[in-house]
């Protein structure tokens, strides 16, 4: 990936240091000119969803660590920390040892960080409005992003407050919100993970999984007319469980259409190189 100004800067102390001096993870506290004055968190997303973690971290970690604070940049740092730990670990092609990855440690400082700053602000917000279901979710997934780092990433079998919370609210929002996407996505991955990562024998400690139906929620998220940010989380996930799958056809099709939009997703395009018969075919009759 291209260096970007980011680099330098972007340290475990760096993101602690202004997660402790921007005070308390109170929703409220700002006057509503500063709040206005902020950028659109969609540049800290394209950046993400191009791959480009360590630039969408950075943009939208002053937005989760001002107040009033910004659940979807913290989810969204928290989102592309843990990228981040992933391409220094070298998964999911050749693992390194965590002892032998230098970044991953203050990243995994800093993701930590976040997750406590956005968790605070989230149940705060939620002491005096408990029905508001845009917070509800974003702490479910909050927990989720963190018992993914653990589980997925890390293989420590932790969380499992995290977990049960976020299938609670998760549950109870794709019940009560069937037209929330991100829920449903959300909700799909939990049926997913816990039937391909867990051992049979132990599912149903986490209350069950069924792939078939994540990747049904899923795909049928993915072709539902949504925000262009919403849809394309969908079409991520999508992508990602038909890799998992194997469902090669199927995934180079994803990815097609996901490239479109980002042109620039490094992972994307090494895919499309090895997998995309068709694109191979004209590029060898070049």
């Not at 993101?15 to 969609?42: F, K, M």
């Not at 394309?232 to 799958?245: G, I, P």
Request: aromatic share 8%.
């Amino acid at each position: 990936m291209t260096p970007t100004p980011y680099a330098s800067a972007f340290t475990a102390a760096v993101v602690i240091a202004i997660l402790h001096c921007s005070g308390p993870a109170l929703a409220g506290g700002a006057p509503r000119q500063a709040v206005d004055e902020r950028p659109s968190l969609d540049e800290g997303l394209r950046l993400f969803y191009n791959g480009r973690y360590e630039a969408a971290a950075a943009f939208a970690l002053p937005m989760c660590a001002e107040a009033p604070v910004d659940l979807n940049a913290c989810e969204l740092t928290t989102s592309a920390l843990h990228f981040q730990i992933r391409r220094a670990l070298g998964i999911p092609n050749k693992p390194k040892e965590w002892k032998a990855c230098a970044e991953c440690a203050p990243l995994l400082a800093s993701f930590l960080a976040v997750t406590a700053r956005g968790q605070g602000a989230a149940r705060a917000i939620l002491k005096l409005d408990p029905s508001d279901d845009r917070t509800l979710f974003l702490l479910g997934k909050l927990d989720l992003n963190f018992v993914w780092l653990q589980l997925a990433t890390l293989g420590k079998k932790t969380g499992w407050k995290e977990y049960w919370e976020a299938r609670r609210l998760l549950d109870d929002l794709v019940k009560r919100k069937p037209d929330m996407i991100r829920a449903r996505v959300a909700r799909a991955w939990i049926d997913y993970i816990v039937d391909t990562r867990m051992p049979r024998g132990t599912r149903w400690l986490l209350g069950g999984g069924d792939k078939k139906k994540g990747l049904r929620v899923v795909r049928e998220a993915a072709n539902t007319p949504a925000d262009f940010f919403v849809a394309t989380e969908a079409v991520f996930a999508l992508w990602d469980m038909q890799v998992r799958e194997r469902q090669l056809p199927d995934a180079v099709t994803t990815a097609r259409r996901l490239a479109r939009d980002f042109p620039e997703n490094e992972d994307l395009a090494k895919f499309l190189a090895t997998h995309d018969t068709a694109a191979r075919g004209v590029a060898q009759k070049r």
